[in-house]
């Protein structure tokens, strides 16, 4: 049968699509939808600018922008050459690293949360260190605020790039190699240019994930307005005392998620 | 010496030694999977290999590929699909110290000597696939590389861009005083394009040799089909005769033909104006019928028929190898 055949004519010519099949998806997608919907519908309009204007509420925005821009960059400057490595460089024990890179894609939040406090806290292994030799620590800092984001958002770009630099394929760098390119040349005018569409699917996959983050900051860096209260935390905090505050810098994020998504699908998500 | 000197091994791969002079071009032909494109990826230091490689009496083993003095042109061309075809020919030049400006021009000049100087700014999908392979073979030529390796240049396109392609290139690499090792899998280029000819089977060189006595006198399956050419090993000789030579009968024929083969009729095909019919039997034979005998004899896949030839019409010769 024909592709340009519309959808209804096919399921007439091939019967009813089943109960058991129909009922489910449309289940799911209440599920997915409800919730979403009514949290538009509840929103107090009206009092959207001056809920928006308290000062808790800017220096939570202020934080989360700051916090998921900083990731995104820190991302590009290591998560870029880590799937580099992973993409390019045999070396043994490549697999183990890899499998290391994505464990925290599927670690809960808390649980990261946990893990960097045994690291880097006050007498984690790393951060007794560190407040010995030079008196810093991180725990309860924006510095924490920005590791934590680090942490759980890395993952996302890693996989989104080493996937673009396979993609890439190896081929074009040996043609780089016969044409004379050492191998730092080589990256910077070919292997990255190509990467390009995964380097910027990876940044928004990053950055998306760095403004929704809760468990692993609220964990690792607390939750202290002006230095480590990101837009998650503040929602968590207000749930408690002021609802329809809460409910109003939701919708900041879902509206922000929702452009981050319409953006991805028209760039990067569908393959001309 | 200067030129090419060859002692390398590919494991599992490939394994050559062979001298080629400057200037030369080597048509190197053989069947898939006979160690054409791993022999020239071990020359440019693209697959691990032991052995010699020596150009111009230069050690190349140790170096590492940026070091070699190659120039190569993939089978599927690999342009940078993010630079301009004038970027893509720059890309050597500039990697071998030249200004950006000296590099841009070098490219706009070799661009231009193959004819595609309007399309520098072009990006590689905006290009034809005769277009894009010039482009390809002038960016490797444009580093003045002392070995060329060309990888089936013409793989891909059409019979009539191949043509024109193939006159051009001829042109070139008539000026072209390095090495120039040629893969195809076309006859014609190694009879119109190479100097000589390196037959690879199974890995190893199975003949070398200018390219008329190749073809007159193949001693690999693979360049008798090449050359169209019915190839027999008999008693360590060969004995070569033409599909045109060959009588096809219904029946085992009586007459003075001292060499019959009964076989079963495996594919026609139209060649020239007459038909090349494949037999299988003891041996894969071709022979040429004219379309009436065809309908005659009703030839079809499946047919059983007897071949056979005058002996006047075989050339019986020995193989002339090296160590053989």
Known sequence: MPHNVPMSSTGARLGRPPLLLVVPAALGALLLVVPLVTLVADTPWGDVREQLSSTAVREALSLTVLASVVTVVMCL?????LAWVLARVPFPGRSVVRAAVIVPLVLPPVVAGVALVTALGRNGTLGRLLDDWFGVTIPYTTTAVVIAHTFVSLPFYVLSVEGALRSAGEEYDAV????????????????????????????????????????????????????????????????QSDPMVARTVSMVLLIVSILVLALLRNRWLTRP | MSGLELGLTVPGRVSVAAVAQPGQVVGVIGPNGAGKSSLLRAVAGLVPSRGEVRVDDRGWSELPVRERDVGMAFQDQLLFPHLTALENVAFGPRNRGASRAAARSTAQDWLDRFGVGDLGRRKPRQLSGGQAQRVAIARALATDPRVLLLDEPFAGLDVGVAAGLRVELARHLASYDGVTLLVTHDAIDALTLADVVWVLEDGELAQVGPPREVAARPLTRHVARLVGLNVLRENGRFRSFSPSSVTVSPAEPAGSARHRWPGTVTSLAPHGDAVRILVTGEHELLADVTPAAVAELELAPGRHVWLSVKETAVDTYDAEREGD
């Open chain 1, 176 to 239: 780089a190699a016969t044409l004379g390119a050492d191998r730092w040349t080589t990256f910077r005018r070919v292997t990255l240019p190509l990467a390009l569409p995964g380097v910027v699917a990876g940044s928004a996959l990053a950055w998306a994930r760095s403004l929704g983050e809760f468990g692993a900051t609220i964990t690792f860096a607390g939750n202290y307005p002006g230095t480590t209260q990101t837009m998650p935390s503040l929602i968590y905090t207000q749930l």
């Open chain 1, 77 to 81: 400057l290591l998560g870029t050459p």
